[in-house]
Every structure is written in structure tokens, then in C-alpha cells.
Nanobody
């Protein structure tokens, strides 16, 4: 059974940084793409960043490009999201997800397994 456990969320002032982590278990982590999504109150869940099985290809939403960096450590079965220059509009619950494919996608429907989410709150 695939399990994803996020950590690292919290409260930060605008302009600050946070690093989210997602520890995966239950299958061969290094074979599959990983992604981060987020959901703000009253809004739909949206794609933030994705990374392919090897870490060689990344994909970002326009809203976070240049501020967020996704990475993975296949030896530790962990994917990270480094978030810099945070803005109040980045406030959301952040979810880690993995698909059954090696290449990342931005479409929510491509992702089969989800973590429980971690809250990120950016104050102005």
C-alpha cells in the first residue's frame, strides 16, 4: 500500500521560506513521478510542481516559477518543495502526490496516491 506523509508546513511571514518534505513508502519510489498540489479555502486543488522519476525533469505552475523548487532524494524515498519569497496567496493545504507513471504531469487526474496534506499559512 502506497503511503505519503507530508511535513514542514507552518506559519511564515510574507517573503519568508519553508521547505516541505514528503516521505513515501509501499513501492519502488524511484520509478514514479511525484508532485505537489495545493488547495486554498473555497478553491479547487491546483498543481504546484512535479518531478519525473529520476529528478532530471521538473514542471512548475506559472504562479510559483522562480520561487519554488521541487527535488527528490531517491535514496531516502523523499520529495521536497523548497518555497522562497512566499506570498499570502500561497496560503493553502499542500498535498504530495504520486502517479503510476515515470514522467510528471500537471493534471490532477494523473495522480493516484495522495498524502494527508500540510497547512502553509503566509501572513502579510
Amino acid at each position: 500500500q502506497v503511503q505519503l506523509v507530508e511535513s514542514g508546513g507552518g506559519l511564515v511571514q510574507a517573503g519568508g521560506s519553508l521547505r516541505l518534505s514528503c516521505a513515501a513508502s509501499g513501492r519502488t519510489f524511484s520509478s514514479y513521478a511525484m508532485a505537489w498540489f495545493r488547495q486554498a479555502p473555497g478553491k479547487e486543488r491546483e498543481f504546484v510542481a512535479g518531478i519525473n522519476w529520476s529528478g532530471g525533469t521538473t514542471l512548475y505552475a506559472d504562479s510559483v516559477k522562480g520561487r519554488f523548487t521541487i527535488s527528490r532524494d531517491n535514496a531516502k524515498n523523499t520529495v521536497y518543495l523548497q518555497m522562497n519569497s512566499l506570498k499570502p496567496e500561497d496560503t493553502a493545504v499542500y498535498y504530495c502526490a504520486t502517479s503510476d507513471f515515470g514522467h510528471s504531469h500537471s493534471a490532477l487526474r494523473q495522480y493516484k496516491y495522495w498524502g494527508q496534506g500540510t497547512q502553509v499559512t503566509v501572513s502579510s
